[in-house]
């Protein structure tokens, strides 16, 4: 398999993943300041977590997803192993945009029964126009894994 290179998706940098650089959070509809929308502003300066760590499935070595997966391209950025429940290897999919669209997630929810890899994906709400920090969690896989996502949830625990 040929090495992927990230670019030009930025669809990491954009906010489509949470994450804090240099005290500064992207999330949804909030990009990191240092995104210009082609890549980092200050790529050399770059810090080592989250930024220099961060891979997402699409691009590492081996990876499990199609080529036409690229974040930017299918619409979603998929993280491999984000936690393991009762034994089993969990993968995130997050959109870019509002939603996952249906054949990317269908696609993702056929591979998590073909590997029996439970997934966790996210969606802006549908009823609400503005973009949520905080999209709506979704869980696909046994039901005793959908139950226990709604669970951590509820107690406010995190998943990732």
Not at 56 to 61: G, I, M
Not at 98 to 109: H, K, S, V
Request: charged content about 20%.
């Amino acid at each position: 398999m040929k090495n992927r290179s990230c670019q030009p998706c930025t669809a990491c940098c954009d906010g489509w993943v949470q994450i804090e650089v240099k005290g500064c959070e992207a999330y949804p509809g909030h990009p990191c300041p240092h995104s210009t929308g082609k890549g980092c502003d200050d790529y050399e300066n770059r810090p080592v977590n989250p930024c220099q760590n961060f891979e997402c499935a699409w691009v590492k070595s081996g990876s499990f997803l199609p080529d036409d997966f690229r974040p930017n391209e299918c619409g979603a950025l998929v993280i491999d192993n984000v936690l393991v429940w009762q034994g089993l290897k969990v993968d995130l999919a997050v959109p870019v945009g509002r939603e996952i669209p249906q054949d990317t997630l269908a696609w993702l929810m056929q591979n998590a029964e073909r590997t029996m890899r439970p997934l966790i994906y996210q969606m802006q709400d549908p009823e609400d126009e503005e973009t949520q920090k905080d999209p709506l969690t979704l869980a696909y896989g046994p039901p005793a894994f959908q139950q226990w996502v709604v669970e951590q949830q509820q107690a406010g625990n995190k998943l990732w």
